[in-house]
């Protein structure tokens, strides 16, 4: 059974910065892809930034170059950095793999970028 639990979401000033963590169980992790969703008030899921098994990584255009992410296979855990964090950030942050082809979730974790 596949487990992702998130942590280190929370209120942050506009320009602030935030490490959100993702700890897996029940796959491989060093070779699953691993992913960030977020999900705004209203809005759709979107794909925010995924690390393949050997490290290259895409991002959605409205966090390239503020944000980025990295896993550390020794821990079963990624990350996502947030830098220079804006009010659009706002979002419940999601972890995402996939295992046998279908897509496991955790809980989320919230982000408010707020003054």
């Known amino acids: 059974q596949v487990q992702l639990v998130e942590s280190g979401g929370g209120l942050v000033q506009p320009g602030g910065s935030l490490r959100l963590s993702c700890v897996a169980s029940g796959i491989m992790f060093s070779i699953n892809t691993m992913a960030w969703y977020r999900q705004a008030p209203g809005k759709q899921r979107e794909l925010v930034a995924r690390i393949f098994m050997y490290g290259s990584t895409n991002y959605a255009d409205s966090v390239k170059g503020r944000f980025t992410i990295s896993r550390d296979n020794a821990k079963n855990t990624v990350y996502l950095q947030m830098n220079s964090l804006k009010p659009e950030d706002t979002a419940v942050y999601y972890c995402?793999?996939?295992?046998?082809?279908?897509?496991?979730w955790g809980k989320g974790t919230l982000v408010t970028v707020s003054s």
């Open positions: 995402n793999t996939q295992k046998y082809g279908m897509d496991s």
